[in-house]
């Protein structure tokens, strides 16, 4: 094959797109943003149009850069609701995962379906954000809508659909949907009668390096992956081994397995990995990083964060007894609960700005550490955990998460996040390599090993005790 190997990345503010070698050198890289729309409280919506203009942007970039793709795979943003007429076209804007109208539908699901039943055949519960309860949201609130829809597809789709016209998802992405029988690998029949709908106006659901189809210019383009399945491949993360630990706005912690395994009360997620005849649980807490940029905004917004993180180091672990709760907007993992509120807690007069910066770090140590221990539950027992996303820069907090986790964390020698995985899935789908795990040992290497502080790690145990009693403490009088 000649040509770079090309992944797509339509995530939430911008298409980011990268092009590498086949030994997972970096060649280029473009990004190309877009508005975010709030029409009302609580929604979030985009035009898939300027998802598409991006895609375009950016490929055109690249390919002035390196040259025509020998291959593409695309990732992206989970969850979000693209709806076609029978003609193609996009009958409204996408609404996205981040939207939280569902509420309402969420609890017709459940009680249609039963919980129990749901969660055995979707690995998850209902939430706000997956695609089915949108779905519910269109064919109460917008009739029309809905009985004009003849497809539906998720964001990373619509763009492999104007790219190549191929309609199709992969199964990562699908177990997003509450539509997909995640054990099965397929479409749920069970779900779809349970709520009426269509099975008809689902695209085909492959597996996440089947070859999707090709464009007009020849480059075969793979079916991709989640967001979080492709970013798991492109730290290494494929079979049961190493955790991925992400910390980006959100905080995540992923652990593939060879079997489909859920947990029953649906505080984890379970879904097909990227890998075929691999699954993949997964902890997800909504205010990782985006705690401490919070913190940064309300308290220092003219301050860098090296100064901050600095300020925060000069205190010691535990910070006298001040802890965070880093709820800022509800939270799904363990707490399913998008009413959890944040808080400080143990607050004294002598703790300065770098003693609350040193908390909102532990703070979500502890949030990681909750997803690290039901993910074990379900039998994931990781040696360590490959870090990625902004946070993984910090040294300090590394240090932290490793001694609150209890686990050695690597960095890898190249983060480039969802997009890196999406190129090898588009390589494997070409044929530069027969499957993911030898993309996988051919482009990652890890860079750095950070190891647990020992004298941090009892305090840390004993602050991991006090930050799981506050939740419900104060749940009481929220």
């Not at 998720?154 to 992405?173: E, F, I, M």
């Amino acid at each position: 094959m000649s040509g770079a190997l090309v992944g797509i990345d339509v995530g939430t503010s911008a298409v980011k797109a990268i092009a590498i070698d086949e030994a997972g050198a970096v060649l280029a890289s473009e990004e190309a943003a877009y508005p975010l729309n709030t029409p009302r409280p609580g929604w979030a919506e985009q035009d898939p149009e300027d998802w598409w203009q991006a895609a375009q942007a950016v490929l055109g970039r690249l390919e002035r850069r390196v040259g025509r793709p020998g291959a593409i795979g695309l990732s992206g943003q989970m969850h979000g609701l693209v709806a076609l007429d029978g003609a193609g076209r996009v009958l409204r804007p996408a609404i996205l995962w981040n939207d939280q109208r569902t509420a309402v539908q969420c609890a017709e699901i459940e009680a249609r379906v039963g919980l129990e039943r749901l969660v055995a055949l979707t690995g998850n519960r209902a939430l706000p954000g997956f695609t089915a309860p949108k779905l519910l949201w269109l064919r109460r609130h917008e009739p029309d809508t809905f009985a004009a829809i003849a497809r539906i597809m998720l964001p990373k789709d619509y763009v492999r659909l104007r790219l190549c016209g191929a309609w199709a998802t992969d199964v990562s992405d699908a177990s997003g949907t509450l539509l997909l029988d995640v054990a099965a690998r397929r479409w749920s029949e069970d779900v779809l009668a349970a709520l009426a709908l269509d099975p008809a106006i689902l695209p085909p659901a492959l597996e996440s390096p089947a070859l999707a189809g090709v464009t007009a210019a020849g480059v075969p383009v793979a079916a991709g992956g989640g967001d979080q399945a492709a970013g798991a491949v492109g730290v290494g993360v494929a079979r049961p081994g190493p955790v991925s630990v992400a910390i980006g706005t959100s905080g995540v912690v992923f652990a593939a397995l060879d079997r489909y395994a859920a947990d029953p009360l649906g505080r984890v997620h379970a879904f097909c990995h990227a890998i075929p005849g691999a699954w993949h649980v997964m902890g997800v807490m909504l205010s990782a990083a985006g705690s401490l940029a919070w913190l940064h905004d309300a308290l220092a917004p003219g301050t860098g964060y090296d100064e901050l993180l600095a300020a925060a180091a000069g205190w010691g672990a535990g910070v006298d007894g001040l802890v965070f709760l880093p709820y800022l907007a509800g939270e799904r993992t363990p707490h399913a609960d998008p009413d959890a509120r944040g808080a400080f807690v143990g607050l004294e007069r002598r703790h300065d700005r770098g003693a609350l910066v040193r908390a909102v770090l532990e703070g979500v140590a502890y949030g990681l550490r909750d997803s690290l221990e039901l993910v074990g539950e379900l039998g994931a027992s990781p040696p360590t955990g490959r870090v990625s996303g902004g946070g993984a820069r910090s040294d300090l907090w590394l240090a932290i998460i490793a001694s609150v986790l209890e686990l050695p964390l690597e960095r890898v020698a190249v983060d480039e996040g969802a997009a890196f995985g999406a190129a090898l899935l588009g390589g494997v789908g070409a044929g530069v390599w027969g499957d993911v795990e030898a993309a996988i040992a051919a482009t990652v290497r890890t860079s750095e090993r950070i190891e647990p502080v020992a004298e941090w790690v009892e305090v840390y145990r004993a602050g991991h005790e006090r930050f799981r009693a506050l939740y419900p403490a104060l749940r009481a009088v929220s």
